[in-house]
């Protein structure tokens, strides 16, 4: 996972028009760039012996699981794409993830982030989530520098909510049955082949250069 916010942070630096998919093979903790390092999900975190990787986009904490999707368009600031309603345009920046759902049979929206668990980023009341049937499946972060927009952004294949409410201290009644996955929507293809398919729909949303 450093390595695929690496490359993200790299494409950035770059400031051309690109797009990545990554999946991921071990478990972590991302969060983002204002949260203190000594936060208690990241403690929490760290004695349980998961990874915790910072990323230079915004919100804050999310686990993810190996089999994971990571996506990331970059365009640059100049791009008409970007506009000035950059900060709450995910659906015209996810819209390449959603065309891919609706290629699994899956609608979904972008739509205002719930406002449940300040720490879980997508349970948060910051940005906006990817909802399937009412279950948030995805996120996405942003960073803008004086040359790109990255826009950041996960979809869930896999999910462990008693790990998550353990994690970020979500007691009873949890917020977390507002999650949900591509595994238990009933997508079972390998997170490979769904890393191809999603970059596709991406691809063909943006016209841009990028690789799975």
Do not use: K
Not at 122 to 137: D, K
């Amino acid at each position: 996972m450093p390595e695929s916010f690496a490359e993200d942070d790299r494409l950035l630096r770059g400031g051309s028009a690109a797009f990545r998919v990554a999946v991921l093979r071990e478990p972590a903790v991302s969060f983002g760039v204002g949260i203190r390092s000594g936060s208690a999900f990241l403690a929490r975190a760290e004695e349980e012996g998961l990874r915790t990787v910072r990323r230079s986009t915004g919100g804050s904490g999310l686990l993810h699981l190996p089999g994971d999707l990571l996506w990331s368009v970059v365009l640059p600031r100049s791009d008409p794409r970007v506009g000035h309603d950059f900060l709450s345009a995910y659906a015209r920046f996810g819209r390449g993830v959603v065309r891919f759902l609706e290629r699994e049979g899956l609608a979904s929206t972008w739509g205002p982030a719930p406002g449940l668990a300040d720490d879980y980023c997508t349970l948060s009341g910051r940005g906006q989530v990817l909802s399937v049937g009412g279950r948030i499946v995805g996120g996405a972060a942003q960073h803008l520098t004086a040359r790109a927009l990255l826009h950041q952004g996960t979809l869930s294949v896999g999910l462990d909510r008693p790990a998550i409410d353990r994690l970020f201290g979500l007691r009873p009644p949890s917020p977390s049955p507002r999650l949900g996955s591509l595994r238990e929507l009933g997508r079972n293809a390998p997170p490979g082949r769904l890393a191809v398919d999603l970059a596709a729909g991406i691809a063909r949303d943006l016209g841009a250069g990028g690789s799975p």
